[in-house]
């Protein structure tokens, strides 16, 4: 049968040991005990069931990677203190000086500053193509190509990556395809696809009540195994573990996921229509004539839509703004960063999650000026807020 990423965290039977349905949060850093012996077994990895020390794993935390695991069906997973944790955790542990990362271009801002601006301190290069041009990925892979890394859908183009063909590249030269699914939790399930590592942020869509950063790794057991390991280990050693307490309430917040999917995907698509019956420039990978939609196609699970992400460009950021103050006044939602909210909220990217990646860059990549994100909330009655958008959008003179 083929896998079901949200029936399979139905499937999962997770309890406390009192029956407690959420299990108690394990509110401790180090554990006892009764044999000496045990805890030198727990410190080579070789005592199964038994903790050691919460900066390596909490039974809280367990239970949440357990979770994510299911749903992507890896066979392990690690939960982060933010995304960024889980980014640079996993790609420290998979580079070392000397070796070489093919990235996507357009990728989250702090993604981006840290491929470009710290990696090269420890002599790890990274090449930035365009992830949808398979060629220039197959020519830019050196002998030292550790990692292929990309978005499933990128920040904030919402390009579309094809995971199957990227993998292929990646198998043939022996580099691991990572892949940040932050944007389509439960709509991809990067990993079937023939990711090797799948990363998150979990303060977007999978907590989807913007109260904490948080983030998690998920992949084979051995690179979890080579993570946490005492002596060489990046999520050990750097030490960017989650709190027992934001995995006990992310864990309750994942079991509603799939219905907030379907409603950020339902009401995406809805303004998506409207935005193209109003004639605006706009980019929606649910759309049939866009780019992406093929790609997204083939790899999406059709229950949860194409997501609740969309960009749409004004031009010119002063445009962007305009619009965006009148939408914060109107009450269509909050001119914020981040996304995955009940509520929609935009931004300008190239001036806010994207200012890292500087102006020619932005310019290269097809980023414009006017474009304003959107994270389209849980809203009930979606042909509300899109009256109040076209009410904007007309005292605004953009339409
Ligand atoms: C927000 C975000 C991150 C960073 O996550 P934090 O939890 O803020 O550290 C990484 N990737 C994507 C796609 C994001 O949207």
């Given amino acids: 049968?083929?896998?079901?990423?949200?029936?399979?965290?139905?499937?999962?039977?997770?309890?406390?040991?009192?029956?407690?349905?959420?299990?108690?949060?394990?509110?401790?850093?180090?554990?006892?005990?009764?044999?000496?012996?045990?805890?030198?077994?727990?410190?080579?990895?070789?005592?199964?069931?038994?903790?050691?020390?919460?900066?390596?794993?909490?039974?809280?935390?367990?239970?949440?990677?357990?979770?994510?695991?299911?749903?992507?069906?890896?066979?392990?997973?690690?939960?982060?203190?933010?995304?960024?944790?889980?980014?640079?955790?996993?790609?420290?542990?998979?580079c070392a000086s000397g070796d070489h990362i093919v990235s996507s271009m357009t990728t989250y801002g702090g993604t981006f500053a840290f491929m470009q601006n710290w990696l090269p301190r420890f002599n790890i290069e990274v090449t930035f193509v365009d992830i949808t041009d398979l060629n220039a990925v197959k020519a830019a892979i050196k002998p030292n190509t550790k990692v292929v890394y990309t978005e499933t859908m990128t920040n904030p183009l919402l390009q579309i990556s094809d995971l199957p063909a990227l993998s292929e590249i990646c198998k043939a030269s022996g580099a691991s395809l990572v892949v940040d699914n932050t944007f389509t939790p439960l709509i991809v399930a990067p990993a079937l696809h023939g990711a090797d590592v799948v990363v998150y942020s979990m303060t977007k869509f999978i907590n989807g009540k913007n109260d904490c950063v948080a983030g998690a790794i998920c992949g084979t057991n051995d690179?979890?195994?080579?993570?946490?390991?005492?002596?060489?280990?990046?999520a050990m050693l750097l030490g960017p573990v989650l709190d027992p307490y934001r995995s006990s309430s992310i864990l309750k917040n994942l079991?509603?996921?799939?219905?907030?999917?379907?409603?950020?995907?339902?009401?995406?698509?809805?303004?998506?229509?409207?935005?193209?019956?109003?004639?605006?420039?706009?980019?929606?990978?649910?759309?049939?004539?866009?780019k992406g939609y093929e790609t997204l196609k083939k790899m999406m699970h059709p229950d949860f839509g194409f997501g609740g992400m969309i960009a749409i460009d004004l031009g010119t950021s002063e445009k962007a703004n305009i619009l965006m103050e009148m939408m914060e006044s109107a009450g269509v939602g909050y001119l914020a960063v981040s996304l995955g909210y009940f509520k929609t909220l935009f931004s300008n990217s190239g001036k806010s999650t994207s200012s890292e990646v500087p102006e020619e860059v932005q310019k290269e990549m097809g980023l414009s000026p006017g474009l304003i994100r959107f994270s389209v909330g849980l809203d009930h009655n979606i042909e509300k807020t899109w009256q109040k958008i076209l009410e904007c959008l007309k005292t605004s003179g953009i339409l």
């Avoid at 406390?16 to 108690?24: A, I, T």
């Avoid at 690179?223 to 990046?234: A, K, R």
């Fill in 1 to 94: 049968m083929k896998h079901d990423p949200a029936a399979s965290i139905f499937d999962l039977k997770q309890f406390g040991e009192f029956g407690d349905v959420n299990p108690s949060v394990t509110d401790s850093a180090t554990y006892t005990f009764m044999q000496a012996k045990t805890m030198t077994d727990t410190f080579h990895g070789e005592a199964e069931g038994c903790f050691l020390y919460s900066r390596h794993w909490n039974p809280s935390n367990k239970y949440l990677s357990d979770a994510l695991a299911a749903m992507e069906g890896t066979e392990a997973g690690w939960v982060t203190g933010s995304g960024m944790g889980a980014i640079t955790t996993a790609l420290l542990q998979l």
């Fill in 223 to 234: 690179f979890i195994n080579q993570l946490i390991d005492v002596n060489n280990g990046t």
């Fill in 255 to 290: 079991h509603t996921l799939h219905i907030r999917m379907k409603q950020h995907s339902y009401n995406a698509m809805y303004l998506a229509n409207k935005f193209k019956e109003a004639g605006l420039r706009f980019n929606y990978p649910g759309m049939p004539d866009n």
